[in-house]
């Protein structure tokens, strides 16, 4: 599934927001799926995964917007362990 949204900004706001942020409608699906995460819609995986980020990107995002996470669900740890196990082709 594909979610498409359009935001209409006066031409002034546009353009001095593209002299800051040259792919707004990037930063505007980062804005998204923050606000989703801070919500509680969104897991840290499930953010990653949105954002085609790993791990590590996923925290460096998340302290750059100053967002604290809280603990991780169980699903995760679990989604986590898999991703490991699969990058050091361990099979338990």
Not at 9 to 21: A, I, N, T, W
Not at 65 to 85: C, K, M
């Amino acid at each position: 599934m594909n979610l498409a949204s359009e935001v209409d900004l006066p031409s002034d706001v546009e353009q001095r927001l593209l002299s800051e942020k040259p792919n707004l409608n990037e930063f505007a699906r980062e804005a998204v799926a923050i606000q989703l995460f801070r919500d509680g819609k969104l897991t840290h995986f499930d953010l990653g995964q949105t954002l085609s980020l790993d791990r590590f990107e996923t925290d460096a995002l998340l302290k750059r917007y100053r967002v604290e996470e809280g603990t991780i669900s169980p699903a995760e740890v679990n989604a986590e362990v898999a991703s490991l196990n699969h990058l050091l082709n361990y099979d338990p």
